[in-house]
């Protein structure tokens, strides 16, 4: 009986066995969610005047359930620029914000490109919000150009999975493009933005007094985002530039201050219609980079960012041109301004050679492709404020544009 019994339990469980293997499927739990962000972008003028009260409004009222910190990051320059910031923050926070723990003292670091080319700075920010315990519901505050923006970002958004970060952007470019967006990023393996996060913002904070101090070089590279911008998406905001070219020649706080303020505008518009987060392979904000960020890396960044997207433009203009889709007329017009604003549209390291004898500037092209993977998607115009995507660029239309743009700077200097 004992050995019928055991033959009935080995005979029911192969059974079961087999019922379960010829019934047996892949299962798949799913999830999905989405994630709304808000953070506003903010003009104002001595934003650290005790009677300004822009930042007690942002940071908020006091909390009787966690203390609050913050942590300034200010670039060196501005530190020489502005030798009493320090004391305008602390005399600002002891009037205004005696809830919220200052933490001093701040750090002062270079900005620049050599900002994101240093991975120990990163390091030694992370050390600093170790050190002063900066958590999640604290702030870290950054005031400086984009470059350094992007570096105290990306460090801000590893650190506890994300800091509450506050840019205050001290440089035209910054003001109306680079720390207007979601992405923080360092430079490695001799690439631009190699390693990066995107992470919104708690807020940004645009103080126009901080603009009366820039070099000539710094107040006109802004000017470059906005004419990208300006000719990919709006034609009357390109027509207004192109209407006050003398104007922002002339420093005219007021004219930059509306370039900046509208381009602003179109760039958060574009975030929060498009993809953010660059999980496809289109950047149409990138207008113009594919090249630039190449120009930048082959002068070792002797190019700024803004004098490289003006020839960058202007190469893909040309390009834009030689394929038909951008009239000769409307082309001139586009160079002229650019021109017209001080810029450059040709420089000799777009006709440098690599090692493998080619052009130099065409691997751009590859490592443009590269950071998004996917298609390469590159935006080029059929008009002012008209901006197509394509998928290919010919090498030799490259360089046939690049000796276009060499002729014609020769020609506007004799």
Not at 78 to 88: F, T, V
Not at 123 to 142: C, F, K, M, T, W
Not at 156 to 171: D, E, M, W
């Amino acid at each position: 009986m004992h050995a019928y019994l055991q033959l009935r339990d080995t005979f029911l469980l192969s059974e079961k066995v087999l019922f379960l293997k010829a019934h047996m499927k892949n299962h798949t739990i799913s999830q999905s969610f989405s994630v709304r962000y808000n953070y506003p972008v903010h003009f104002t003028t001595h934003v650290f005047d005790i009677n300004n009260d822009l930042l007690y409004h942002l940071i908020g009222s006091q909390s009787t359930t966690y203390s609050k910190k913050i942590l300034f990051v200010i670039e060196k320059i501005i530190d020489k620029i502005y030798p009493d910031i320090g004391h305008q923050i602390s005399n600002y926070f002891r009037a205004n914000l005696t809830h919220v723990q200052l933490c001093i003292p701040f750090i002062v670091v270079d900005g620049g490109e050599v900002s994101k080319n240093n991975p120990d700075l990163v390091h030694e920010l992370l050390s600093q919000i170790n050190n002063h315990g900066i958590d999640r519901h604290s702030y870290i505050a950054v005031i400086g150009g984009g470059a350094l923006i992007d570096v105290v970002g990306y460090a801000a958004a590893i650190a506890h999975r994300g800091v509450k970060l506050i840019r205050f952007p001290t440089t035209v470019l910054a003001q109306n493009d680079a720390a207007i967006g979601v992405k923080n990023s360092i430079n490695y393996f001799g690439k631009k933005n190699f390693v990066g996060t995107f992470a919104p913002p708690h807020a940004v904070v645009n103080d126009d007094n901080f603009l009366s101090s820039l070099d000539i070089r710094d107040w006109r590279s802004g000017i470059a985002e906005a004419i990208k911008v300006a000719l990919i998406k709006d034609a009357a905001f390109f027509e207004y530039i192109e209407a006050n070219v003398q104007k922002l020649v002339s420093r005219d706080m007021n004219t930059m201050q509306q370039v900046i303020e509208k381009c602003a505008a179109l760039h958060l518009t574009h975030i929060a219609s498009g993809d953010p987060f660059e999980s496809g392979s289109s950047r149409p904000l990138d207008f113009g980079h594919w090249s630039a960020h190449k120009m930048e890396q082959l002068s070792s960044y002797e190019i700024r960012h803004g004098e490289a997207v003006a020839m960058g433009m202007a190469m893909d203009a040309v390009y834009s041109h030689y394929i038909g889709w951008l009239p000769e007329n409307v082309l001139i017009r586009i160079l002229e301004m650019i021109l017209g604003l001080g810029f450059e549209i040709y420089h000799e390291v777009m006709s440098t050679k690599g090692k493998d004898g080619d052009l130099a500037i065409v691997s751009g092209l590859y490592e443009f492709r590269e950071h998004l993977g996917g298609t390469l998607t590159i935006m080029l115009l059929q008009n002012i404020g008209n901006g197509v995507e394509t998928h290919e660029m010919e090498v030799d239309i490259i360089i046939k544009s690049i000796g276009y743009l060499k002729n014609y700077t020769a020609k506007v200097a004799i």
